[in-house]
């Protein structure tokens, strides 16, 4: 064969490959596209039929949604359809007792499973097949200490172990750590959440002491703020966007409920406005805040339903917590007046909504990222990129910060200049979002890893 035919075979078998290639992007992009149905309303996704079998947990992993539902005589563990219309119960291998709070975490899935007196953590590169991972923890009958709950935060797991305490592991460890605040513990109830780098605390008692740490829990630093005497804090989440903090409780007497924000990492604390919502609930108490989602300016609060026992209570704004609205329209009649939101997620570009028992339900969010974004004024390149990604702007960027569709952020660096470099080798292939913060704005833009 002439070797001027041999180039142009070679050309057109290299044009043929690099149209399959850019074919499975633009699958896999129409793939994504498709997942990220945004809803005008709250939607569900029936996880049961029965209207009081508990959700014990609901995550997002690797694009999917699961949850797990105590029965009354043990719990059972689904996963929801791609089209968000059914739920699936699914099999698991590894996991000994009931499946209870789920966390992703880096390329894994946790899960806490509860026995009578005990619990065990697990985690699941396929949210199929379990193994346990307790080394470190404080041995409890057939487990470990009774579990309360889970959460994640750049590269760390962190479980509550009840009076046992907070315990910090990284992703990449085989050993959990005691990161335990110098607080009076209150059996495990002082919240506690993260922002960037650094943990708060705060502790319940109504001693108005936040803890601060810098260093994952190693050692603290304690606070005196200015909040409310005897003020007992029972929910602490941070906006990972904007920084700011969030703390919902009431005084130890039970009067002044409400929810206050603090800018300034916990120095100071303002009260959020809610009197047109917090009103009383179905025992002539007053409402109580039971879940709190914050992202840019989006924020949505899950109350107690209020006396009057029609739906459960969720008050949402795109502009800030100064601009609260009811955000009901949707969402299941509750005669009892007993069903509440427990946990907010993000999930394929909505926000998913667990209540406390029958549902989860779905509702899109005004952080979703547009299909066709505006033009921003920062670029990335390669795209799609392998091992590093370029990052330049116009002007000076604070931070980066990227995450995944779910919103989990997998990472996140301060910049203070026009360019940086972003090591990209322990990430999985698949869609991300790129978040350029500047002084007066943050931008977004969708990259491909390879």
Known sequence: MPYGSVVAERRSLRGIIIHFRMKKY??????????????????????TQFNYLAVSGTESFKGELYSTVFNGLGADFYQLDPGNASWTLKTISGVSGNPAALIAAGSNLYMTANSLGYSMLYRSGDASSFVADTVG???????????????????????NLGSSGYWLKDTGATTWT???PPTALNAG???????????????????????????YGQTWTARNTDLPSFFVGKILVSNQTTGRLYLAGAKSNGTLYGVYYSDNHGFNWTMANLSAFIGTDVNNGQQEVTAIYADGSTIYIALENDAANTTPDVISSASSISNMAYDTLGLVTDPAGTINGSRFISHNGNI????????????GSSTAVSEQPEQTRFSVWPVPAREMLHVTAEEAML?????????????????????TEIALGNLENGIYLVQAQFTDRLETTKIIKQ
């Open 26 to 47: 633009y699958l896999t992009f129409c793939l994504v596209t498709m997942s990220l149905m945004s809803y005008s309303q709250w939607q569900a996704t029936n996880l």
């Open 178 to 180: 005691h990161i335990d």
């Open 137 to 159: 923890l404080p041995k409890s009958m057939g487990g470990i200490d009774p579990a309360y709950g889970l959460q994640y935060f750049n590269g760390k797991v962190v479980v």
């Open 189 to 215: 109830t002082d919240p506690l959440c993260y922002s960037n780098d650094t943990l708060y605390a705060h502790d319940n008692s109504g001693a108005n002491i936040f803890y601060v740490s810098g260093d």
């Open 352 to 363: 998913a909504m667990a209540l406390n028992v029958r549902d989860v339900y779905l509702h």
């Open 399 to 419: 931070s980066v910060r990227i995450t995944d569709l779910a919103g989990r952020e997998v990472f996140q660096s301060k910049v203070n200049g026009n360019n």
